[in-house]
Every structure is written in structure tokens, then in C-alpha cells.
């Protein structure tokens, strides 16, 4: 059972563009979680989303940022005309939601660079 | 309140044990997690705990809980010079609920 898969692992950007990062969770998992790692802190939750809806986006910054979970293919994290403060890893998370297991197994991240 | 605190950095000599701590402020949590961080990698789950628990024993890490004091700590036994990285504890409050993150320790380990 292949892990938590993201791409692209690296991803530079200049101010202005649009980031795109992508998700696909662990097979059989239907719940995806988005974190942000900026430099020398700990992991931000950003959003929590099951196939086609969004759970709890209290953790997403009001603007340029939007996420989705299609119901089929990855879960996208969409950064609009990105700046420099937006530079950070970007980690995803994936859950089976079972009685008995909720565990968030993690991606090896998306680092984002803004020049 | 959601606030989760961890010393930054903790050094120890390979085959010490090492002790990581974590207090939290939500004494609604229902599980209390533990990860760990290599350079440039993603998060790797360690252990975890569920708060009807105070410890936790699994080969060469122990998890203890105070609930009391909202005290969380994770015992290595036998450090080696593989562990060093960053290690997160993470509260959550209900089941398929948001973790929230300590700033992490960095453990050093050396020979």
C-alpha cells in the first residue's frame, strides 16, 4: 500500500503566479487534511476535506487560497498570485476515518518557494 | 484555548536515554500524538496515546500522560545516532479532528 503521495516535492514560483500542489491520499483513505510548515515552526492546519466537501477550512488564510477533493483524482491546494510569506512546506495528510482509526498518516511535503 | 508547548532542543549521547516533553492546554483531547521529522522529509507517526491512558509502551519508546498537569512525554531508551530529528507532539480534540502542533524539539544525538 503506497504512502501519502505529493507532488511536486519542490515547486519555486515568482510573486504573483499561481501554486498548485497536489495530493493523493493512501488507498482506501477518504479524508484529507492540509498543513503548513513555515521555516523553524511547527505544522498549521489549514483545511480538512472529504470527497467533494469541505469539512473545516478554519485554518486557511481568507484570500488567494482555495483547496478541493474532486471525486476523483488528487486533492488540489490552489495559492493564488503567491508572495513571499507564502514560501513553506506544505504537508498532506490522509485518514481512513474508521471507528478505532483515525490516524493522519503525512506526505513528504510540497516545498514552495517564492522569488 | 489550542496551544501546545515544546522545549526547542535537547541533546543527548548516544545509548543515553532521552526524554522529549510536551504540555498542552485543552483538557478536552481525545488522543495525543507523537511524530517525528528527518531533514527535508515528511512526518512519520511514532506512537500515540488516548487520554483515558497514562502510558504507553512500544520497544524503545515509552509515551507517559499526566492529566492533571496536561504533561505529555516520550521516552527513547538506548538513543542512537539514527534518532536525531525534529519531534512534533500534536493534540487532537474528536475523532477526524484538525492535530494541533507543538513547534517541535530538536533532538541531537551524540556519538
Known amino acids: 500500500n503506497a504512502g501519502v503521495m505529493q507532488n511536486p516535492r519542490h515547486l519555486v514560483r515568482r510573486r504573483g503566479q499561481e501554486a498548485r500542489l497536489r495530493c493523493s491520499p493512501m488507498?482506501?483513505?477518504?479524508?484529507v487534511y492540509w498543513y503548513r510548515q513555515l521555516p523553524e515552526e511547527g505544522l498549521k492546519f489549514m483545511v480538512y476535506?472529504?470527497?467533494?466537501?469541505?469539512?473545516?477550512e478554519s485554518g486557511m488564510p481568507k484570500e488567494r487560497f482555495s483547496a478541493e477533493f474532486p471525486k476523483e483524482g488528487p486533492s488540489i491546494l490552489r495559492i493564488q498570485q503567491v508572495v513571499r510569506g507564502d514560501s513553506a512546506a506544505y504537508f498532506c495528510?490522509?485518514?481512513?476515518?474508521?471507528?478505532?482509526?483515525?490516524?493522519?498518516?503525512f506526505g513528504p511535503g510540497t516545498r514552495l518557494t517564492v522569488l | 484555548g489550542e496551544d501546545v508547548e515544546q522545549s526547542l532542543f535537547l541533546s543527548v549521547r548516544e545509548g543515553d536515554s532521552s526524554v522529549i516533553n510536551c504540555t498542552y492546554t485543552?483538557?478536552?483531547?481525545?488522543?495525543l500524538y507523537w511524530y517525528k521529522q528527518e531533514p527535508g522529509a515528511g512526518l512519520q507517526l511514532l506512537t500515540y496515546?488516548?487520554?483515558?491512558?497514562d502510558m504507553k509502551q512500544d520497544q524503545r519508546l515509552t509515551v507517559l500522560l499526566n492529566k492533571k498537569d496536561k504533561h505529555l512525554s516520550l521516552r527513547i531508551a538506548d538513543t542512537q545516532t539514527g534518532d536525531s530529528a525534529i519531534y512534533f507532539c500534536a493534540e487532537r480534540y474528536n475523532q477526524g479532528g484538525k492535530l494541533i502542533f507543538g513547534q517541535g524539539t530538536e533532538l541531537s544525538v551524540k556519538p
Open positions: 496515546i488516548f487520554s483515558n491512558m
Open positions: 485543552d483538557s478536552s483531547s481525545t488522543y
Open positions: 488507498k482506501g483513505h477518504s479524508h
Open positions: 495528510a490522509s485518514s481512513p476515518l474508521l471507528a478505532g482509526d483515525d490516524t493522519q498518516y
Open positions: 476535506l472529504q470527497k467533494e466537501n469541505i469539512i473545516d
